[in-house]
């Protein structure tokens, strides 16, 4: 199940990095300081069981078989807050309180891929300020 | 430093003799925006200034007409008038065509292109009919691109997300830097594939040339015939059945599926020992500088 191995060390429990905020787990991130939030083990399968509506119907509009590009997004923690990287920007974009998380990191990948695409594509994305600057063609 | 000795300069850590200098340690942290997301967000599909294509509205051009420019411009000119299926004839191996697509699109491309094709593209389902020069999908963000023969170097350099498909072979540094995707080689790769990979999953259902993997810092490559050697840092790894599962979806999606199955394929991954992340970074640049 995606998400359930961490690069050097074992999630034993699925709210591990709220529960540690410093998240400083394996050896390299202890020698570091530094919690390498978004090094979560990309290379196993989404559970396509577990898909929302809005997914589902994204593949289907972009008329995709799978969530192509999805599959590398999942729900990573920044300062012990649930959030998602945000390619784009660069940088982490936070799941807010009112944002109820299931007990399994498989429905909170499916959740932050459907937030991030819903976050790309509204006009409050910073890319779309960039874009009207810079935009070439 | 008068006070300090290089005698003693030798035997302090490094985080001490940075002190030393008159320098404090600096914690590297990640980059945050503080942004949040919004529960009633809206639910679009497509960036806001995507235009509105129709997949069952189709149109064809011929490439013969245009130069580059000229094509690239038509294939806008073409999606702002709704058209999701658009068919490129004659393009006769020209280079940079169909790049820079950030919207979703069906383009079918009748024939060869030159270098850096259908580059810079977020969400398109592009096919090829015939071979692609190098840097086909280059910086590839979203979609699907599938390329009926041969590709050339550098195939898919830099990619971050997407499916990256040749049915033929292709030439040397395949997915060099790549941060995310997949990228499918139906036949053999060069050498140097998988340099500097970064994310993402590499599968070659032939061979492999000299140094695969090299200087890889994550990402998973796939190979299913034989390996000429590996690259720096690049180490075999037991393949699992999530593994498996996911070579047998993905191959049998583009119809690739070897015949004697997965179970023969070897998995690559990134020995870690070039993860040399030190926190005093900073401080040792600005010693430098």
């Not at chain 1, 359930?4 to 591990?16: A, K, P």
């Not at chain 1, 920044?78 to 990191?105: H, T, Y």
């Not at chain 2, 979609?143 to 499916?163: P, Q, Y």
Request: hydrophobic share 35%.
């Amino acid at each position: 199940m995606a998400g359930t191995q961490y690069r050097g060390s074992e999630i034993t429990d699925v709210d591990q990095f709220l529960k540690d905020a410093g998240g400083l787990e394996s050896e390299r991130e202890k020698e570091i300081g530094q919690h390498i939030g978004y090094r979560y083990d990309v290379n196993l399968v989404p559970d396509y069981d577990r898909l929302t509506p809005f997914l589902a119907e994204y593949m289907e509009v972009m008329g995709w078989d799978d969530l192509n590009w999805l599959e590398d997004v999942h729900m990573g923690y920044e300062e012990g807050m649930p959030a998602v990287f945000d390619r784009n920007i660069n940088g982490w974009v936070r799941v807010p309180d009112s944002i109820s998380l299931p007990d399994n990191q498989q429905d909170r990948d499916m959740i932050a891929r459907e937030l991030l695409v819903k976050f790309q594509m509204s006009e409050r994305h910073p890319l779309v300020a960039l874009r009207k600057v810079y935009m070439k063609f | 430093m008068a006070s300090v000795t290089d005698q003693e300069l030798k035997q302090m850590s490094q985080e001490e003799r940075v002190t030393a200098f008159g320098m404090r340690t600096e914690q590297l942290t990640g980059r945050s925006l503080y942004i949040e997301f919004e529960e009633d967000e809206g639910s679009n599909f497509t960036y806001p200034w995507a235009p509105d294509v129709d997949f069952n509205k189709r149109v064809e051009i011929d490439a013969d007409e245009f130069d580059t420019t000229g094509a690239n411009n038509k294939i806008r000119e073409l999606m702002e008038e709704g058209y999701g299926t658009i068919v490129i004839k004659n393009p006769r191996g020209k280079h940079s065509l169909g790049v820079g697509i950030l919207s979703r699109l069906n383009l079918i491309i009748e024939g060869s292109t030159g270098y850096f094709g259908v580059g810079l593209i977020d969400g398109p389902n592009v096919r090829i009919n015939g071979r692609v020069g190098w840097s086909c999908g280059e910086n590839m963000m979203s979609g699907t691109v599938l390329i009926e023969k041969n590709a050339g170097s550098t195939f898919g350099a830099a990619i971050r997300g997407g499916d990256l498909v040749c049915r033929g072979s292709v030439g040397s540094r395949t997915g060099i830097d790549m941060k995310g995707g997949t990228i499918i080689v139906g036949g053999d790769t060069g050498a140097l594939s998988g340099f500097m990979m970064q994310r993402g999953r590499m599968v070659v259902c032939g061979n492999a040339g000299k140094n695969l993997g090299d200087s890889m810092y994550d990402g998973t490559i796939y190979v299913g015939g034989e390996i000429q050697s590996l690259g720096v840092d690049a180490v075999p790894a037991e393949l699992t059945q999530l593994d498996k599962d996911w070579l047998t979806r993905k191959l049998s999606q583009y119809d690739l599926m070897p015949e004697t199955g997965v179970d023969h394929f070897t998995k690559v991954v990134a020995g870690k020992q070039l993860w040399n992340y030190d926190n005093l970074e900073p401080n040792e640049k600005k010693l430098i500088l």
